[in-house]
């Protein structure tokens, strides 16, 4: 039997059972972006989601989490009750999650997020990217400072949230704001995760076009100074994670640096320690030492 499998998942939900009930993205405009550029927006029927939720153990037979694609399926006209089903068909599932964009939930009224809480959405995965609207301005996200101050608030009353931090998307210029205005804001949310990815430039991407004129990009001991300077600054509490390839750094085609990974404020010091063992290093390294932008222009990884 045919099944419509949601072509991206955040790395976290590596295990999880995918279910799309939207096809793209709502927005799709994101200057970083590739995702699902190429992608008319559409809501799949809805007998279409219910029948691949009636057949999810033929294709993940061991699945105790799920995961709804694609980018905002919660626009989906009947997502409450596509929750409603998979919860009750599938009792197993201990988690269900899905990808949201913050405009869409500071939007959404209360009584919409209740219902899908007591559907069984567990958790919820809100580009923030920057903190900063000077930031999300230039990267066209289609939303403010005050969106994801308000999504991250209204969603936290009912399900875990998980914010993404794009690492170096200010570039060198506006890196210190970039930086310290993200943390306002996560400390005004206080998202349950910090996520962090580096910005990698995936060609034709209208961001590739940006690069050395509105951006400059960061060198991988700037990439370790912003990072010290969001970890430095986050107050409340909340898991930071470098959950992702483009926050490695590599030596010699080695990767010597995964990011810094926990509990915030809590393990600040252990972390902040970790990144300044790493800055010491590549001032010893130098040159050799390269981010995600240069693997990728080498061939090295894909992203």
């Known amino acids: 039997m045919d099944y419509d499998y949601p072509p991206y998942r955040p790395p976290s939900e590596a295990g999880s059972a995918l279910i799309r ?24 029927p809805k007998n279409e989601v219910l029948r691949d939720i009636e057949n999810l153990r033929e294709h993940f037979p061991v699945a105790k989490t799920a995961f709804l694609g694609d980018s ?24 269900i999650t899905a990808y949201a964009r913050a405009k869409t939930i500071a939007r959404m009224s209360e009584e919409k997020l209740e219902a899908l809480r007591n559907a069984g959405l567990d958790r919820l995965h809100i580009g923030l990217e920057s ?23 209204k969603a936290g009353k009912y399900f875990e949230v ?38 990698t430039i995936l060609p034709g991407t209208e961001i590739e076009e940006m690069i050395g004129k509105q951006i400059t990009l960061l060198s991988p001991i700037e990439q370790l100074e912003e990072l010290e300077m969001l970890v430095k600054n986050i107050g409340v509490e909340t898991y930071l994670t470098c959950d992702h390839v483009s926050n490695y750094l590599f030596y010699r085609g080695k990767p010597i640096f995964t990011g810094v990974h926990g509990n915030l404020p809590k393990e600040r010091g252990r972390m ?19 981010n995600s932008n240069d693997m990728a222009k080498l061939g090295r990884i894909v992203l």
């Open 131 to 153: 903190g900063d609207d000077e930031v999300l301005e230039l990267v066209r996200k289609g939303a403010t400072r005050n969106d994801m101050i308000e999504a991250g608030k």
């Open 72 to 95: 905002n399926p919660l626009v989906h006209r009947d997502i409450v009750e596509i929750v409603s089903f998979l919860k009750q068909k599938h009792p197993h599932i201990e988690r």
């Open 272 to 290: 902040l320690r970790e990144i300044g063992d790493m800055k010491e290093l590549l001032l010893s390294a130098g040159r050799e030492v390269l």
């Open 21 to 44: 009930v939207v096809r793209g993205c709502t927005w799709n405009k994101c200057a970083f972006c590739s995702m699902y550029r190429d992608m008319k927006f559409q809501q799949r």
């Open 162 to 199: 998980s914010f993404y931090y794009i690492l170096g998307l200010g570039g060198k210029e506006r890196m210190e704001n970039h930086a310290l205005s993200s943390a306002e804001v996560i400390n005004e949310a206080n998202p349950d995760f910090v996520r962090i990815r580096t910005l």
